[in-house]
């Protein structure tokens, strides 16, 4: 009974450890053959993908993201005085955090941007504002903000892609 045992623990441990390694050399995958014509052209997500340095005249979408490009990079542009606090290309949410100008210490503003369109479009673009304000005790106390204030923001950026637009189509001449 006792060499049948030690056969069993033998038998399961040879082919345990020829089931690991094989003996043979280990060939990649497709997926990691795909991973790195992926890495040597440059794209994160291949053919579709975010691409590093690609071309900056695709209007509808940038490297498969489905957001405008123009506008993207238009939000990201006007809203560059403010910390970036959350991004999200693939999903157009750009958040920043809490920004005070410097005239104004006591109040501070946050804007929420959300890209909803792959086209140039004023309905693709939302932007929310909140405002804060310190109260005599040095608390923050949120204080609403006019509709006009995120519709001014909203109207920047949607300039600044214009003119993004139309820079990219005079280069292609």
């Known amino acids: ?21 094989g003996g043979q050399p280990s060939v990649p995958s497709e997926t990691d053959r795909e991973w790195d014509r992926r890495q040597r052209n440059g794209k994160l ?21 489905a957001v405008n490009a123009f506008i993207w990079r238009a939000s990201l542009d006007t809203i560059s005085f403010m910390p970036l606090n959350q991004v999200d290309p693939f999903g157009g949410v750009i958040i920043t955090d809490w920004y005070s100008p410097a005239e104004k210490l006591n109040e501070r503003f946050k804007l929420n941007v959300y890209i909803l369109s792959q086209e140039l479009r004023s309905d693709g673009l939302r932007v929310s504002a909140f405002k804060e304000v310190k ?5 923050w106390e949120t204080v609403t903000v006019s509709k006009e204030f995120a519709l001014k923001i909203e109207d920047s950026i949607l300039a600044r892609a214009r003119q993004m637009r139309v820079a990219a189509l005079e280069n292609q001449e």
């Open 45 to 65: 997500l291949g053919e579709e993908g975010f691409s590093f340095g690609g071309s900056s005249s695709d209007e509808s979408s940038i490297g498969g993201v």
């Open 1 to 21: 009974m006792l060499k049948i045992s030690r056969f069993l623990v033998l038998a399961t441990l040879a082919i345990f450890v020829a089931s690991c390694s």
């Open 135 to 139: 109260n005599a005790a040095g608390q």
